[in-house]
């Protein structure tokens, strides 16, 4: 699809063309939003427009009012003969994007309050709630106590602290990322994705997404055991144990489902009214502490506030095999509920405020409410308790061993060090309905808990895997990308977050998910740190966060330890989730996605590269390292594939091959065209898998642009060093001009000592005219396409203007004639193809006839490496003296081996000086009849006259002085036919053309009758420098 296009996205303005006399006149199209003049500002009209954010909108977009600034050829080139100014100051859209569907782009969205009734969340109900929730998991109320049991109060304190410490860091990061430009929907998908680029984002967004689905059902299945376990204790089982679990997970589920569904007010109802019961739960534990203990719960180990029992949980008492880390592992999943808020960016009414802030403040209130829960159960109750009521200190007991806390109060647990006892804070998971003040609240808060998160996570998934497919990083998950309702929800996206949650509900081990899904979480926010270290790193001018308070090398840290934690959790869950992620990632990349945001990684690709060219630029050249650098005359990418395939085939990888193109003609004329096409032959070159730049200037004529070329391209010692150029097949009927500029082209490049490649195929190279038919014919039906509703085109401004046609004069060293037949463009395209494909077997003939340095040798040495041509084998043919063409085989051969270079055959050919056939000589004759001035059979005076009037003629002098280098030529082409008509190329050292001696035709006709009816042949003259060595 053509669309207006350029570098920043903004410049081309659909209304303008600079080829008009004078300037568009507008029709103004309805719902069109016009800025106030500038005429208050500066005292005038003017096109010029003063700073406004909507000239700013993202370019990436094409919805909502963009505004469209005067371009730079307006204010430049465009004379307004009757004063008046007319330019759009708005561009109003479709509302779609390219792709069709409904575009996304906050930056230029309309506000929240004209959206007729769009919920936007601030970052109390946002973000604040969400996390806080998400945090405050069922380890509040379950696991907390026997972690501080296991750890004491002294380790337990390290193990919150260092979670917090990996959650804070990550926060930071967080925050720097969010608040360095607008945040759409997608949470930490977006953050990474936008950062690091689709490669890393689109890998994790997947497995964040899955992640959050299978958190559902962890988390239901949590709060269905608890139901489970009450109506065991009271005999109201329904089926079994494990099919209530699953029969109660699967109606919870559609009922969070429901919430869900029925839209973000409705979720957020249930998250405040799950906070208020979860607040009024954890106020429950504080107050129970305070509330003087029965006799029954000091024999289960539960105490007022003791300083005994408080030092004696100082120390850690790990038993059952637990370690440090293993404590860590068990708590750390509870930290993991950070991203909530993040996860809805696309529904809070300002997520670079509202991230930060709500975030951050939530890591620091649950860190110091676990903190507070663990001290008062550590500081109140024991680790082993009995539960009996007789087990009381009788006089004379010595208190000792692990129950002195317990025996200076007056119970003796000291049985506990023998048998496994069910009470106290190691044995007993419902230690904290024990200490608080009523227990049912803490059922209450554990259901509130589990409740919580899993509707949490079941917003998330689909909302983080909605952004994820509207990027079309994943053709075939486009499917879910579409959203219902004012606020966009992805029902499709519920559906399936749905589905996966019932799954494994109903089949998953839990056991085995939980510490994956840990790890996946764990990935996501290594990779948030990692984001920001290498956006800081980068240093690119576009890293400007609102947020100051982070560091590049914490934010490493952070990223480390990230890494660290998931193999402390599980080490074979965290190498399933780098192998997960490494595939991911593999497959993106190799997809390639048609995505730009300008992503860290481009700018550190950047800065890499100027730094390795800066140190290549210190290093001297050493023939050892030459690779050719190839300057390829192709015009257009497309136009002479031939060309480019072959010169590709040389580069490779491994060497730097530039397409070029002269656009000829007056630079006012060809300047838009030219830059129109800068971007899309790059990008062919790209899609088309070619490794190579492409460059192109507009000149007056062909040679002043290549000349350009030669001397200006690369950068440091990254420059061409050889001109690659297709054959002028038409030099006969192309002119003078053309010629002469042609042969200069040659002369400059061999001035500017560059290596010099010509190329010769039968049928020609240039496609020039059929890829401009195909052009012509997609936009045709393109534009039918784009004329709906009765043919009017599809746009904000219809232009009726005078219509001038400019013709643009683009130079072709090998254009064939304007009508071509079918069968000859059929021809033509299988010809244009023949280096793209695999070469058959045969050989590559290498006519080494004049020593230029080794060029001559080594391009088709590494043709022969490339895999194409492979199955074609090196034969060298010289020119030796009759009598010892023996000793020059061996001479070659000698030289050949030292260089290492593998051929099948070295031939001598000593009838080379042989006068060529009259047949033969005839062929040149004809060809060069038209051009020769014949001044010999003239007196002097008309010889001088004719001389002066056609300087560029060939005259008889001339013909006589270089009449043994023309025999040669056309011997050589006798000599070619008759060794290598077979062959798949033929290369031959290319005769050089003494300036101001040889005249540019005569020159023409050596360059035709030396290639004339061969296979494709290379003339190739190198620079006289070495590019072979046989030193180590």
Known sequence: MERHRSVGGERDNPGFDSTLDEPPVYQEADHRTVRPSVVSAFGHDTLDRVPNIDFYRNAGSVSGHRAVRPSLQELHNVFQKNGEISVPDTVNDDGEGSDGTPSDDLESAIPSDAKGGTIKFGWIRGVLVRCMLNIWGVMLFIRLSWIFGQAGWGLGIVVIVLSCVVTTITGLSMSAICTNGVVRGGGAYYMISRSLGPEFGGSIGLIFAFANAVAVAMYVVGFAETVVELLKDNDLLMVSEINDIRIVGCITVVLLLAISVAGMEWEAKAQILLLIILLVAIVNVFVGTFIPVTDRKKSEGIFNYQSNIFLENFTPDFRDGESFFSVFAIFFPAATGILAGANISGDLRDPQAAIPKGTLLAILITGVTYLGVALCVSATVVRDATGNATDIITAGMVCNGSSVAAC??????????????????????????????????????????????????????????????????????????????????????????????????????????????????????????????????????????????????????????????????????????????????????????????????????????????????????????????????????????????????????????????????????????????????????????????????????????????????????????????????????????????????????????????????????????????????????????????????????????????????????????????????????????????????????????????????????????????????????????????????????SLVEKFRINCTDINVIDSINVPPSADSYKKLEDMIEPFCLHEASRDTAQAGAMRKEHPWKITDQELSTFEEKTNLQVRLNEVLQEHSKSANLIIVSMPIARKESVSDFLYMAWLDILTKDLPPTLLIRGNHKSVLTFYS
């Open 408 to 893: 200076e109060l007056g119970y003796d647990f000291s049985s506990c060090a023998v048998e496994k006892c069910k009470f106290g804070s190691i044995n007993n998971n419902q230690v904290m309905t024990m200490v608080s003040g009523f227990g049912p609240l803490i059922i209450a808060g554990t259901f509130s808990a589990t409740l919580s998160s899993a509707l949490a996570s079941l917003v998330s998934a689909p909302k983080v895997f909605q952004a994820l497919c509207k990027d079309n990083i994943y053709k075939i998950l486009h499917f879910f990308a579409k959203g219902y309702g004012k606020n966009n929800e992805p029902i499709r996206g519920y559906v399936l977050t749905f589905i996966i949650s019932v799954a494994f509900i109903l089949v998953g081990n839990l056991n085995v998910i939980a510490p994956i899904i840990s790890n996946f979480f764990l990935a996501s926010y290594a990779l948030i740190n990692f984001s920001c270290f290498h956006a800081s790193y980068a240093k690119s001018p576009g890293w400007r966060p609102a947020y100051k308070f982070y560091n590049m090398w914490l934010s490493l840290a952070g990223a480390l330890l990230c890494c660290v934690v998931m193999f402390v959790i599980n080490w074979w869950a965290a190498l399933l989730t780098y192998a997960i992620e490494i595939l991911l990632y593999v497959y993106v990349k190799v997809k390639k996605p048609d995505v730009n945001w300008g992503s860290s990684t481009q700018a550190v690709t950047f800065v890499s590269s100027v730094s390795n060219a800066l140190s290549l630029s210190g290093v001297e050249d050493h023939v050892k390292n030459f690779r050719p650098q190839i300057l390829a005359m192709t015009g257009s990418a497309r136009s002479r594939p031939a060309l480019l395939d072959l010169a590709h085939s040389l580069t490779k990888n491994y060497g730097l091959c530039i397409a070029c193109e002269v656009f000829e003609g007056p630079r006012s004329e060809t300047l838009e065209e030219m830059n129109a096409g800068m971007e899309k032959n790059q990008l062919w070159l790209r899609k088309s898998k070619r490794k190579a730049f492409y460059s192109a200037v507009a000149c007056n004529s062909f040679r002043e642009g290549a000349e350009s070329l030669l001397q200006a391209s690369g950068l440091g010692r990254m420059k061409p060093n050889t001109l690659m150029i297709g054959f002028q097949r038409n030099w006969r009927t192309a002119g003078i001009e053309a010629v002469q500029s042609y042969v200069g082209v040659l002369h400059d490049a061999l001035d500017f000592e560059y290596g010099t490649v010509i190329l010769r195929t039968n049928h020609g190279l240039d496609v020039s005219h059929i890829v401009e038919a195909e052009d012509e014919n997609e936009q045709q039906a393109l534009d039918k396409d784009m004329m709906p509703n009765g043919g009017k085109a599809k746009g904000l401004f219809s232009k009726s203007r005078k219509s001038k046609q400019v013709l643009t004069t683009r130079v072709s060293v090998c254009g064939p004639p304007l009508q071509q037949d079918d069968k000859m463009n059929e021809k033509l395209l299988e010809a244009s193809s023949q280096f793209k494909k695999k070469q058959p077997k045969g050989t590559i003939d290498v006519w080494w006839l004049f020593d230029d340095g080794g060029l001559t040798l080594l391009l088709p040495y590494i043709l022969t490496t490339r895999k194409k041509w492979k199955d074609s084998k090196l034969r060298i043919f010289i020119a030796g003296q009759p009598g010892r063409c023996e000793q020059d085989k061996q001479e070659m051969k």
